[in-house]
């Protein structure tokens, strides 16, 4: 096992609760906010909580990392740094940052320091630097496609970590390089600084450059879901270690089955491959069917997994709503209104699977509304409010009742597995409990032991009393096979056999497993802290145009590996006005079919075909589009 490559599914964690739901429902490593200078400021967590996470992490030995992932000003550098060495001296295994300032902090202690995905970790080159430069690992942006990930992984041999999302929302403009929420709001909000508004779920009026609306109220900038649970294996193949699934704002149901999912796909991934492990101990079965589509999902894509640009189809990741449609379960037949005044529906694909309490969801005039099934009687769906549904109308479910309270009440309990090994005579008895990971223990008793009479009677005995394992996290299986030779005869060989009082059996066994607790408290999960290189230069087209540099330490940083020059960051810049306040792999002239390089299909559009500027308008905020069509990447620059 020493030799194989330890794989990771890494889980999101709003607070305590999510957290520990991951880590029972097979999570390898689980990422949470910590009390401050995190990404979501919604979602900050008190020491304490992560401390207790960390220790119920560690048993199975998967990892924690607390996102301390915003940019840090001057005047924030002490808390900062206070923050940051509470969560190392409660055990946390690594800090994902975004503001090179943690790297020069002299933090004491063993923790390793990750690249935010907020770092825009894009090329091969900027990769490399961040693993000589003291990340162990660098979170790869979400717009790369299968072919740049390898480039990458071919690129870095090795010498860092590469994570990379597999499921859940993606932020549409390259992160870290996305300055819309503060263009907004003044300068108020800033997805850098923790407090995104999410301005890319709003609708957006696209205008041309005459004034004509091509697109009214739609929301041009919210993006399809990742899901990727079907290619786990090809991104192993192609060198990645960590499968990250996002949502630090979800709740604990929305976990618990995403996370079962991604476990069962990743060990699937791993079973048609050798060489390869787990990165924690531990079986978990869930005793639920596991379904992402039925936890809060705004539709699935792979982005641009299978490459972006003109060279390839139409991405369609384009969501019709930034909210959760959830499943869809058929369209409206026949609308009707019994004689107590009850709205009622009937589908054409029947209603076996509705019940009350769902959450049904269904588009009016481009507009997603929702209501709840109030009740279900021969085959009519009765809604608590109608909200304008008609015979035609799609209706999808948000929220299955019956599924959400499976998961929620779920049982699923993580087990490590345990070998029991038994050695017995007429004066000791031993037992020996060596777990999956190889630590082991025993416990014994000294006693004079009289030959069994029913030999499987009392083999039957020591196989069950050993293996009740009870509310533990160990599974017990006996390994019982006395030491015989082909020279002894039956009536030898049984008097191998001792009759064991069953007290003495269990009390070793809870003497055993509490040995092997204690023994498991102590597992501090390996770490690869990496040593900053004082020679590695900022690759060429990186050191001319630093930004996002806020603060002393973090020039300084830039400074010593080979900067020079300092673009003013947007963060500190009070009016953002002629500034690109986001840049984009996802293109609107491809999405709506006007693209010049689509050929036919520019030529059938009458959507500015004649190539005249774009503008994005939602109130009194207007964004000019420029389109980069050679690398195929758009362009927001606030007006």
């Known amino acids: 096992m020493a030799d194989r490559v330890k794989l990771e599914l890494l889980a999101p964690a709003r607070d305590l609760e999510a957290g520990l739901a991951a880590i029972e429902s097979g999570a390898d490593a689980v990422y949470i906010g ?13 020491v304490d909580d992560i401390a207790r996470l960390v220790e119920a992490a560690h048993l199975f030995g998967a990892r924690v990392y607390v996102a301390l992932n915003t940019l840090v000003f ?28 943690f790297l020069r902090m002299g933090l004491r202690g063993d923790v390793e320091f990750h690249a935010s995905t907020q770092m825009t970790n894009m090329t091969p080159e900027w990769v490399r630097f961040l693993g000589e430069t003291g990340f162990s690992r660098v979170i790869l942006e979400r717009a790369l496609s299968l072919r740049e990930v390898r480039q990458i992984c071919s690129y870095c041999q090795g010498a860092v970590e590469l994570e990379a999302f597999v499921h859940g929302a993606i932020c549409v403009g390259f992160s870290g390089r996305c300055y819309l929420s503060r263009a907004m709001s ?31 109220g739609k929301h041009l900038l919210s993006v399809l879901d990742l899901d990727l649970s079907d290619r786990l294996g090809e991104l192993i193949d192609a060198g990645i270690t960590s499968f990250k699934i996002e949502g630090r704002l979800k709740d604990s149901v929305y976990v618990r089955n995403v996370v079962s999912h991604y476990h069962s796909a990743l060990n ?53 709503s930034p909210k959760s449609k ?26 076996s699977a509705v019940s009350a309490g769902d959450g049904l969801c269904f588009f009016v005039d481009g507009e997603l509304r929702g209501t709840n099934v109030n009740r279900v009687i021969d085959g009519h769906v009765y809604l608590n409010d109608n909200q304008g549904v008609t015979v035609g109308t799609k209706i999808f479910r948000n929220y299955d009742h019956a599924f959400s309270r499976a998961v929620r009440n779920s049982r699923t309990r993580r087990r490590i597995g345990v070998v029991a090994t038994i050695e017995m005579g007429a004066e000791s008895f031993t037992v020996t409990f060596k777990d999956e990971t190889g630590i082991a223990v025993t416990a014994s008793r000294s006693s004079d032991f009289e030959p069994a009479r029913d030999v499987e009677k009392m083999a039957s005995t020591l196989s069950h009393e050993l293996s009740r394992s009870g509310d533990t996290i160990f599974e017990v299986s006996v390994d019982y096979h006395p030491s015989l030779t082909k020279r002894q005869t039956t009536t030898e060989q049984e ?50 145009s630093v930004d996002n540099a806020v603060n002393s330490l973090s020039r300084h940083f830039y400074t010593d590996h080979g900067a020079v020059d300092f673009v003013p960051s947007p963060e500190v810049q009070q009016d953002l006005s002629g500034s690109t306040v986001m840049t984009t792999r996802y293109c609107l002239r491809r999405e709506l079919g006007i693209c010049r390089f689509d050929g036919d299909r520019c030529l059938s559009s009458q959507k500015n075909s004649d190539n005249s500027p774009l503008l994005l308008v939602h109130g009194s905020t207007r964004l000019r589009l420029y389109f980069d069509c050679e690398n195929c990447t758009m362009t927001l620059v606030k007006l």
């Open 495 to 544: 008097k191998l056999v001792y009759f064991i009082p069953v007290s003495i059996i269990s009390a070793l066994r809870r003497e055993g497993l509490n040995k092997l607790l204690e023994a498991r408290k102590k597992i501090v999960p390996s770490r690869n802290r990496a040593i900053e290189n004082p020679v590695a230069k900022l690759p060429q087209s990186y050191a001319k």
């Open 34 to 46: 910590g009390p401050g200078f995190g990404a979501r400021s919604s979602a900050g967590n008190s």
């Open 268 to 320: 699937a991934a791993i079973a048609e491959r050798n060489g390869f492990v787990r990165a924690s101990a531990g079986r978990s079965v869930p005793d639920f069917a596991p379904d992402p589509a039925k936890s809060f999902t705004r539709g699935s894509s792979h982005y641009f997994f299978d490459g972006w640009g003109r060279d390839f189809p139409d991405r369609n990741v384009l969501s019709d």
């Open 186 to 216: 003044d300068g108020a909000r800033s997805g850098n600084r923790g407090t995104c508004s999410q301005p890319c779920r709003l609708p957006w009026d696209l205008v041309d450059g005459s004034g004509r609306t091509l697109e009214r």
């Open 74 to 101: 001057e005047r924030e550098l002490a808390d900062a740094q206070a923050v940051a060495q509470s969560l190392v001296d409660v055990g946390a295994d690594a800090l994902i940052v975004q503001d090179m300032a």
């Open 326 to 351: 959830g499943e869809p379960l058929g369209t409206v037949r026949k609308v009707a209104c019994d004689r107590t005044g009850g709205w009622w529906i009937a589908l054409d694909a029947g209603i």
